[in-house]
């Protein structure tokens, strides 16, 4: 699976390369690279009651981009603003189930946002698994009902860091038959 990672807004590019070392280490038979340039935070996602954008119009935006990338078969978009979804007052990010884009929110990820006095690499952690578990959308696979798989749904930053950065078996093995239909 060739993976193309794009920021969506301004990224640092250290943040997106550590990302990319990760997920190559989860998927099988993946490739990650750096989108050069960026896209804009779309202005008509930001909801100004709320203060906060629609993840599934950023979504939309990556979703456009990638069609017009044929080299990558999914694009990631890494976004820093907060984003939420019909229904929720947040989410981590969303994607495509399955499809060609995925995106995720580093908003909050950051142990700053909850106050913590976290280790460094705490943050980088957060980021892989939302990473892992939206592209794993992007493959077909659902929600995971093991607490411990990437694909089990978080519904605070608690599940997220409870479960860890790996798919379990089975969906391993839906996601290592998705990568090799992709050709
Ligand atoms: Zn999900
Ligand atoms: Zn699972």
């Given amino acids: ?29 993946t490739a990650c690279s750096i989108i050069n340039g960026s896209l804009p935070v779309p202005e008509r996602a930001l909801d100004r009651k709320r203060n906060q954008y629609n993840s599934s119009v950023i979504l939309s935006d990556v979703g456009v981009f990638s069609a017009n990338k044929e080299k990558y078969d999914r694009v990631l978009g890494v976004v820093d603003v907060d984003i939420f979804s019909s229904g929720l007052n947040y989410v981590f990010g969303e994607a495509y189930v399955p499809g060609n ?12 946002f909850y106050r913590e006095n976290a280790g460094t690499n705490v943050f980088a952690v957060r980021m892989l ?32 860091d409870k479960k860890q950065t790996l798919l379990c078996d089975q969906c391993y093995l839906q996601a290592s038959l998705a990568i090799s239909n992709l050709g």
């Fill in 129 to 160: 698994k939302e990473a892992v578990h939206e592209l794993g959308h992007t493959l077909g696979i659902q929600h995971c009902p093991k607490s411990y798989c990437v694909m089990h749904f978080s519904n605070s930053i608690f599940d997220t």
């Fill in 1 to 29: 699976m060739k993976i193309g990672i794009l920021s969506v807004g301004q990224i640092p590019p250290e943040v997106l390369a550590e990302l990319a070392q990760g997920i190559v280490k989860i998927f099988p038979d």
């Fill in 101 to 112: 884009a995925a995106l995720i929110s580093l908003w909050r990820l950051k142990p700053e």
